[in-house]
């Protein structure tokens, strides 16, 4: 049936059960990504902005487009339009203690022949999370101290990582940030960067972004000791979840640590990550 979305306002496009169609299969394929006929108006505000900057006027015209040999751009304009990017400095406090007062501290025992901590966070969206990770980072292990860490900081929209790179955000975005992390971390913007703060390089330094699509080969080598995996496998299907987890068992060190979403849970999907609380999960196999 032809529909047209946007409820309570009126679209100009019409927006069909089959182009819906077409887009959930598309997304799924390319990004694991389930859509829920909820997100139906979401997906057509989302589009049809793409739509008129190209001046066409069906979906399945783009979608044609979309999937045509050497419009690879427009597959990640495309995707980039489709994934929701909602993340914020220290989102899930919690998390963020329990990575230094019990993981990193563990971790300098554990590691200590080898002094070396690998941690990828693996939706890292505008890079809230990877610095915030990064902050605590700095704030456990004492400078000039030989100790190498790094953090792999990964997404699959090109839009996000590029601002997560960029490392500068609009002031409001640190407002629930102590006053000494935001002196020690953050640099005020002057001029026209008025309004804005930068990230100090010193946390820069330890992150690597990449492009990374869950769904495809990693090209990344373990052990890793701690994965940041939250508030992504929400939007994937049990079974998506339960190869991506087997996937991470691979790739992690014994007894690594995992921090998953706070509506996130692994029940049902491995039994080799044992849950410590409030979504922390240990690898135990
Ligand atoms: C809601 S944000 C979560 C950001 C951050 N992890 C947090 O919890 O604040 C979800 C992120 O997952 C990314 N994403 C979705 N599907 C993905 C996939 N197949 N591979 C890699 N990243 C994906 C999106 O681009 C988005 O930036």
Known sequence: ?????????????????????????????????????????????????????????????????????????????????????????FREGHHFEYLAETV??????????????????????????????????????????????KILATDLDTNVLATAEKGIYPVDRIKDIPAHRQRRFFLKGGGKQQGHVRIRPELQQIITYKKLNLMDQWPLSGPIDIIFCRNVVIYFTKDTQKVLLERFTKLVAPGAHLFMGHSESLNNVTDKFQLLGRTIYRFAE
């Open 1 to 89: 049936m032809a529909s047209v979305a946007g409820s309570g306002s009126f679209s100009e496009l019409e927006f069909t059960d089959a182009d819906f169609k077409s887009v959930r299969d598309l997304v799924r394929k390319n990004t694991g990504i389930s859509l829920s006929e909820a997100k139906r108006d979401m997906v057509y505000s989302r589009l049809v902005r793409r739509l008129r900057e190209l001046n066409l006027q069906r979906f399945s015209d783009y979608l044609a487009l979309v999937c045509s040999d050497g419009a690879d751009d427009e597959l990640i304009q495309f995707t980039n339009a489709i994934t929701t990017n909602l993340t914020s400095f």
């Open 104 to 149: 990193l501290p563990e971790l300098m025992r554990q590691n200590a022949d080898v002094r070396k901590i690998r941690i990828w966070c693996c939706a890292a969206s505008t890079g809230e999370e990877p610095y915030s990770i990064a902050m605590v980072v700095k704030e456990v292990i004492p400078k000039n101290s030989g100790w190498d860490v």
